[in-house]
């Protein structure tokens, strides 16, 4: 049974940094292009960062380009959601995503979800 369990969220002050990990069990991690999503209140879920499978490729989505990062430990089964400079319009929960195709992973359709983590940025 495959599992992906996000943590590191929490609560942050604007300007503040934190870390999210996304674990994944149950699948041959390597072989999966890694994504984050959030979903705010009252908004639709959206696209923020995928990496590929070795780690070499990433895409962002224009609003978190120079404050977020992606990466991953294919040893560790993890993936990592670096977020700096966080602005109140980050709120969100953030969700980790794993398919096979990259055009899948970044569309919202994976195969694979985990259950979110939340992230709040107070102003």
């Known amino acids: 049974q495959v599992q992906l369990v996000e943590s590191g969220g929490g609560l942050v002050q604007a300007g503040g940094s934190l870390r999210l990990s996304c674990a994944g069990s149950?699948?041959?991690?390597?072989?999966?292009?890694m994504a984050w999503f959030r979903q705010a209140p009252g908004k639709e879920r959206e696209f923020v960062l995928a990496?590929?499978?070795?780690?070499?490729?990433?895409w962002y989505t224009d609003s978190v380009k120079g404050r977020f990062t992606i990466s991953r430990d294919n040893a560790k089964n993890t993936v990592y959601l670096q977020m700096n400079s966080l602005k109140p319009e980050d709120t969100a929960v953030y969700y980790c995503?794993?398919?096979?195709?990259?055009?899948?992973?970044?569309?919202?359709?994976?195969?694979?979800w985990g259950q979110g983590t939340q992230v709040t940025v107070s102003s």
């Open positions: 149950g699948l041959t991690f390597s072989s999966y292009v």
């Open positions: 990496i590929g499978r070795s780690g070499v490729s990433t």
């Open positions: 995503a794993a398919d096979r195709v990259l055009s899948t992973a970044v569309t919202g359709a994976a195969d694979y």
